[in-house]
């Protein structure tokens, strides 16, 4: 069975600041296999309040796609739970190179490193890295102000890619449609790109589901003004519009892939 539990499915700094959607990330499930995607603020406690728990000393890997607080905030609250304190070294961290350098004002602490004995440096198409059940593939370098990759999550039963943060460019399309995903998470930040920064739109979404044709599309990572139109309605809108089942996570949310 492969799952996705969305922890939390807000984005940018208005959002996150008051908690107007959580920011924990996600949790995928897969045969036995537990790894949580972009571990935000409050990712910790968003976790353990689940029912059932989200139990992060069951974690097989942490993973960033990025290195941006709303992504990464709570990785060494993450990493100490899933290693106990650092009493019980397990698992696998995987992030690019500037998360982790000391010399690029890294996210990840040197000190939790050590706790976990396996790391792989998310970069331009790397992989297969296992973790587990799962075969874990970096995308394409996306456009954005610091290190930012796509993720691509292979099981037995399913195939679940992960857009982050990007300013849409046509190679994403090419990147994507190669991995021919079950499930394609995108985080639709804007609704219309009105202040031109590197974040995907509404409109983005649809050029992305209308290319990669994935078997289901989920957005989730809403600003302030993707929360105002509601993301459930403007979801219908993508449906209708492409023939792809599409989605808008929210809080909590379970979605049985497989």
């Known amino acids: 069975m492969v799952s996705l539990r969305f922890l939390g499915t807000g984005g940018a700094r208005w959002v996150v600041a008051k908690q107007i959607r959580s920011s924990g990330g996600f949790w995928l499930r897969a045969d036995g296999t537990n790894v949580h995607v972009d571990p935000g603020p409050g990712a910790l406690v968003r976790a353990l309040t689940q029912l059932p728990p989200c139990d992060p000393a069951l974690l097989d890997a942490i993973v960033l796609s990025h290195k941006h607080l709303d992504h990464a905030g709570d990785v060494n609250a993450m990493i100490e739970a899933m290693c106990q304190g650092g009493w019980r070294p397990r698992g696998a961290l995987c992030a690019p190179r500037d998360a982790l ?3 690029q004002q890294p996210v990840v602490l040197p000190y939790a ?3 976990v004995p396996r790391e792989w440096i998310v970069e331009a198409h790397a992989g297969p890295f296992e973790i587990g059940a799962v075969e874990l593939r970096a995308s394409l370098r996306l456009e954005h102000p610091v290190e930012a ?9 399913a195939r679940v890619s992960y857009l982050p943060c990007t300013r849409y460019f046509d190679a994403i399309v090419d990147d994507y449609k190669q991995h021919a995903p079950d499930v394609l998470v995108m985080n639709i930040l804007r609704y219309r790109d009105s202040m031109d920064v590197d974040h995907l739109t509404i409109d983005d979404a649809r050029t992305l589901i209308d290319g990669i044709r994935p078997g289901v599309a989920i957005m989730s990572h809403f600003g302030t003004r ?3 139109r ?6 219908y809108e993508l449906e209708d519009a492409t023939g792809v089942k599409t989605f808008a996570a929210y809080d909590g949310w379970v979605y049985d892939v497989a």
């Open 113 to 115: 490193r050590r706790f």
């Open 149 to 157: 990759y796509g993720l691509h999550f292979r099981t037995a039963a």
């Open 101 to 103: 350098d000391e010399a």
């Open 230 to 235: 509601d993301p459930a309605r403007l979801a």
């Open 226 to 228: 993707m929360l105002e």
